[in-house]
């Protein structure tokens, strides 16, 4: 075999290898929520405020994966024109998905939207911007909750329900208390079946102490199972400043 050849197949396959980082990307992170806000102010292209948004909203993208925690908020131009904007992405995906998934973001959350603000969500990253300060302020207005289609067994519930609600409470004191405002972790419900439950919670950067723990708390009250209604193996409240999730599989990305 020549050296040629070998170096032809070794470039093919860099090729194919780069192509397909994004192919799996857009196939496992999903575009969860995308909100243009119809109670703002509209924009006009060209105007000030769209300018200083562009620019707001490149520099959300192009920097936050190069910050320590993933997460950068940032204002950009004055007076009625002034832009408040923040990216965050999920606590356990690398700095190239979330390059990857804030690029799509960025992509996403302007179309068919001239609204002065919008949100954009994805399962490992989010975007929001406005042209009021919202820093540091708990947004739970507009929770969406999904939910697994399969159900704990009858004779389960109440144990499963004290299992994993105890996980995320858990994980919401260690995760508010953090510089990441994130927390990932197991609890093994069943042995005899290999039952594990994987919970993760998450808040934005700029939530204080306080308000990231009283936002996940309130976050898990809004769970299907912990009011009783569903007793699903798995379920989520995505919210715009804070998420929690719990599973029967492992859905982390470490």
């Known amino acids: 075999m020549s050296m040629d050849y070998l170096i032809s197949i070794l470039a093919f396959s860099l090729i194919i290898s780069l192509l ?7 196939q496992q992170s999903d575009l ?15 105007s000030t405020f ?4 562009k620019n707001l909203l490149d520099d959300l ?25 923040l990216a965050l992405c999920r606590g356990d995906v690398s700095p190239d998905y979330c390059d990857f998934c804030l690029y799509d973001a960025r992509c996403k959350i302007t179309q068919r939207c001239y609204k002065k603000s ?5 399962d490992y990253c989010q975007v929001k911007y406005s042209d ?12 969406n909750i999904l939910i697994n289609y399969y159900n704990v067994s009858a004779n389960q519930t109440g144990k499963f329900k004290d299992a994993s609600i105890g996980l995320l409470r858990n994980l919401s004191k260690k995760a508010s208390q ?7 972790g197991e609890k093994l419900f069943d042995k005899k079946e290999n039952v594990t439950i994987y919970g993760m919670v998450q808040c934005t950067q700029d939530l204080s102490y306080d308000s990231c723990k009283k936002c996940l708390d309130g976050a898990v009250t809004k769970l299907p199972i912990y009011k009783g209604e569903i007793y699903s193996v798995g379920a989520r409240v995505i919210g715009w400043s804070c998420t929690v999730r719990y599973e029967e599989y492992s859905f982390d990305q470490w």
């Open 20 to 26: 397909l980082i994004p192919t799996a990307f857009s």
């Open 32 to 46: 969860l929520n995308k909100v243009c806000i119809t109670t703002s102010q509209n924009y006009t292209q060209n």
């Open 50 to 53: 769209s300018k200083n948004l």
């Open 61 to 85: 993208y192009t920097k936050t994966p190069h910050q320590n925690h993933l997460f950068m908020d940032e204002t950009t131009g004055q007076g009625p024109d002034k832009t408040y904007g």
């Open 118 to 122: 919008a949100i954009v969500m994805y």
């Open 132 to 143: 009021v300060n919202f820093f540091g302020k708990i947004d739970n207005t507009n929770d």
């Open 178 to 184: 953090s510089k990441n405002k994130f927390g990932r």
